[in-house]
């Protein structure tokens, strides 16, 4: 029985998210992801996808360094194309781990985003048996948010199987973020496993409140196997949300044993939705084994979600081994929320059999969202054995809002199974959002399948919003796998915003695999917006790798407002990461306008996070006129959250121009006046209290009126 390919069924049918589903999610956290960032290739990275060419007992072939290299330059060579090399799991396990850096550097030169994370991974999961610290220094060096993210993961997932001490410790020291979230689940995961109670005693050391419905799943599912009685002993301490995945856990595994006695034990909780979640993982298990009886018990419970929900489970199991049987079964049932419901869940099945039947069955229901959401069920997995018989049924659809709904659904499915004919469908749809919807779903398809025909197709459509929108996404999706192709289909635009927004999008995508090759194309742009754009989208990336190299570029502009807005992202860059060396930045840029950039960027990152710091960096320049824009730079920001404050320290600024100044950082950020202000004592207190009374944030007109005395 395929349990995956079944909770796969009840997430689509359903949308309740039941504690075995949680666990199938927990189960997959890493290679789901992998799948989900790889989907336009044939990757599927599992272990078993490797070792299962492999035949019992026979002894596995060695490879050198060189025969992987080679493959690696294979992929390099394929231009957009490739597959992920057969056998590559077990052809990495012929390396000595001296040898592994050496592979991951040349891996680091695919220019295809996709082929370079996945074959990235099982090198730094092998790399992190021998050697942790090592692969975990090297992951955390990689580049991009994401691709960070997950090598590291999957570096912690590996350290974690050996040394789950070492690892839980690496954990913890890490600071508050989404990220120390992800790092912890992802470690739960893996000790749950040998020791779910260290997992648990882990998760109530960091906080419950950081684990998500994955972690309680594994946690107490791999606990029920030996004790379920313990197990639900400790998920009563819980919280309610975290007790209903901790529940159903529980309820899954021991079901697996025992149905009834589970069963009993469910029947004892309170109604709500902990009770629902066991059933449901109850009827689930259970149905891996009867699931006639399941699904009969399902049908007897109280009229519901809850009902539908297990009636559902059971299904989704049963239609796996027994299509006709579980036909057969819901067919006879009253008409009704579950029958419609049942039927939804097993259409996949029943459509690859027998299209046309369920087509039928479908157009003979009541209107509504019910048959909407079958036709187009159906229609998709037409889409997949007959891409023009779907067309022909898409292209005959009465119009209304049934007619939208379907289209919704099915063009996705359509697009997935063939592209073109999906291009095809999308041309003859008339302009509105259904139509953008749809080519936006068809581009991503077919810049998957063939850039070339993408790019010829967008040109085809006429000018419209729809046509934007599929240029924004095209170059965008090229871009992550073949930068300097999406470069090339940029310079084929003529000159325009949608231009310039597009070579911004290369530039960010390029910035993140190779930052030295995305700043030459970057250079050799043309004189335009376009280039400025990009070379502000480069040097942001540039100012995290290489602050100097940065720098010097920047101040190797002409000095114009485009410097001058460079210089201010670098001050907030650098402010950003490490205020105080920031400041030392600011002495070794000449006393011009660039300086004066600098500093206002760098001012307002730090005062939006902690004024006070940002008082104590002021205080540190030397005074003049770089000291005064600095801190009315600090008045601006930290007016907008707490004028009082912001008031009284420029208060106390001695006369001259730098508290004249700090007050018309006050009254630009409050009075929203945009025009330049003259000195203090100018102002006449009329017009200090006309503003006033506009102000958004609560600073009295005495206080004015004291302030100006």
Sequence with gaps: MNAKRSIVLVLIVTHVLTGALAYYLAKRNVTTIAARQDDHTSVRFTKSQSDSTDHAGAEKKKYTLIELEAVIQEIINSKGAWHYPKNWDAMIESLDSAELPRLLADVEKISIKSARESLRRPLLAQWAESDPAAAMAYADSVSGRQAHDFAVLTVLRSWGEKNSEAASAWVQQLPASQFRNDALNSLIDVMA??????AFELAKAVSLNKCDASSFYSIFNAWAKNDPATAVAQAVQLAPAQRTHAYGAIASEWAGKDPQAALAWANTLPAG????????????????????????YAF???????????????IAHWVGDDLNGALAWVQQLPEGSAKQSALNTLSSQWARTDAQAVLVYAQNLPPGKARSDLLADVIGNLSHQNSQAAVNYLQNLPPGPERKRILQTAISSLA??????????????????????????????????????????????????????????????????????AAEFASTLPSSRMRNDIISNIASEWAMVDLDNAVTWAKELPESKGKQTALNQLTLKWAQTDPQGAM?????????????????NLGRTFGSVDAKAAMEWVGRLPESGAQHSFVEGLFSTVAESSPQDAVQLVANLPAGLIQTSAAQTVVYQWAAFDPQSAAAWVSSFPEGSGREFGLQGLIY????????????????????????????????????HNFLK
Excluded: Y
Excluded at 552 to 568: H, I, K, T
Excluded at 673 to 696: E, Q
């Design 193 to 198: 496993k040998k020791n779910p109670k260290a």
């Design 273 to 296: 939705r902990e009770k629902s979640s066991a059933l449901q993982s109850i009827v689930w298990r259970w149905a891996d084994t009867d699931p006639r009886q399941a699904a009969d």
């Design 300 to 314: 007897a419970l109280p009229t519901g979600q809850m009902r539908d929900g297990a009636l559902n489970s059971a």
């Design 416 to 485: 997935e199974a063939d592209p073109k004919a999906a291009a095809a469908f999308v041309a003859t749809l008339p302009p509105g959002d259904t139509q953008m919807s749809a080519v936006s779903q068809v581009i991503n398809r077919l810049t998957d399948s063939d850039p070339k025909a993408a790019g010829e197709w967008i040109q085809t459509l006429p000018e419209s919003s729809a046509k934007h929108s599929a240029l924004q996404t095209f170059s965008r999706r090229l871009a992550e796998t073949d930068p300097k192709a």
């Design 552 to 568: 010097n570029f920047v101040q190797s502009m002409p000095q114009d407002s485009e410097q001058g807005w460079l210089f201010q």
């Design 669 to 704: 950020r409050n009075g929203h006046i945009m025009t330049p202000l003259v000195p203090v004592n100018g102002f006449k207190p009329c017009r200090l209290i006309r503003n006033a009374r506009r102000w958004s944030k609560p600073i009295s007109i005495n206080f004015l």
